[in-house]
């Protein structure tokens, strides 16, 4: 596995870049030698946060969490992906390493989902918006995400609202 790390707003310490190196051999058996996983260490005032991101075939894997120190941080991202990863084994493990969870110890006490219930369908008429009348529409509504056509490209677009109370669009790629 490919890791890189990245300091915002600071300068990652080299015992910090052997602790992520070495916490992240911890889910390396799950993924194929061309996975790349990206640690980013950010400080913000009295607040730490450690974001980890694995992209490995097609399958993007990620955690955030903060804590007073950065290792506590990137502890805790850890625990998060190995949560994420057990809780959807059997839906991943065609998408991972083979073997992979051979001999895996079940030292999460997460049930594994075998099933996703989808407990509400919504169907929607998409009418033509600019990003901005899509946002303030998200606004109004009080809602997280919205989904509308847009009206320049004439393609279904996500706006949303980001942790930073900025705003994110997505827009499709196929």
Do not use: W
């Not at 994420?84 to 110890?105: C, D, M, P, W, Y």
């Not at 033509?128 to 899509?134: G, I, L, T, W």
């Not at 996500?158 to 994110?168: F, I, L, Q």
């Amino acid at each position: 596995m490919k890791i890189t790390i990245v300091g915002r707003k600071c300068t990652p310490r080299e015992s910090f870049k052997e602790r992520a190196e070495l916490k992240l051999s911890k889910i390396e058996k799950f993924f194929t030698d061309e996975a790349e996983a990206k640690v980013t260490a950010t400080v913000e005032k009295n607040n730490k946060i450690v974001e980890i991101t694995v992209l490995s075939n097609n399958m993007i894997f990620r955690a955030e969490d903060s804590a007073d120190d950065l290792e506590e941080a990137l502890d805790r991202c850890v625990d998060l992906l190995v949560r994420q990863i057990r809780k959807n084994k059997t839906k991943i493990e065609k998408s991972l390493r083979k073997g992979a969870f051979e001999g895996f110890v079940e030292d999460y006490n997460i049930p594994e989902e075998t099933e996703f219930d989808v407990v509400r369908t919504k169907s929607m008429n998409l009418k033509p918006q600019s990003v901005d009348e899509a946002i303030l529409q998200m606004n109004m509504l009080g809602h997280q995400f919205y989904v509308f056509l847009n009206q320049d490209s004439d393609e279904v677009n996500v706006v949303y609202r980001r942790k930073d109370n900025g705003y994110g669009l997505i827009e499709s790629n196929y």
